[in-house]
């Protein structure tokens, strides 16, 4: 089992900077892939990025690459995505999520075993 608590969102310009935080507890977190998803009213959940156990390998989305970046700190139990040149498409309700089993795509919601609650963030034009 993994908890997951995202914060760090908030209201910010375009062009602005924002860091979010995943605070993680349980025993498997070190050895879960995590990633980060984001949602709009309407729309399906959206894969953003996403980090192997060990940091060795992260993936994004086409959208977000070259302007987020996924990081861990499994001593400290956490998941960051920085995001910086953010853009008004940007808003959204970010989510963190927990991978627990090897199978599966990281790029994929159903592939991930474990959700924080979410937090806002919104950019503004």
């Known amino acids: 089992q993994v908890a997951l608590v995202e914060s760090g969102g908030g209201l910010v310009q375009a062009g602005g900077s924002l860091r979010l935080s995943c605070a993680a507890s349980?025993?498997?977190?070190?050895?879960?892939?995590m990633g980060w998803f984001r949602q709009v009213p309407g729309k399906e959940r959206e894969f953003v990025a996403a980090?192997?156990?060990?940091?060795?390998?992260?993936y994004y989305a086409d959208s977000v690459e070259g302007r987020f970046t996924i990081s861990r700190d499994n001593a400290k139990n956490r998941v960051l995505l920085q995001m910086n040149s953010l853009k008004p498409d940007d808003t959204a309700v970010y989510y963190c999520?927990?991978?627990?089993?090897?199978?599966?795509?990281?790029?994929?919601?159903?592939?991930?075993?474990?959700w924080g609650q979410g937090t806002q963030v919104t950019v503004s034009s």
């Open positions: 999520a927990a991978k627990a089993s090897y199978s599966g795509t990281y790029y994929a919601s159903a592939s991930y075993d474990f």
């Open positions: 349980g025993r498997t977190f070190s050895s879960s892939a």
């Open positions: 980090i192997s156990w060990n940091s060795r390998n992260t």
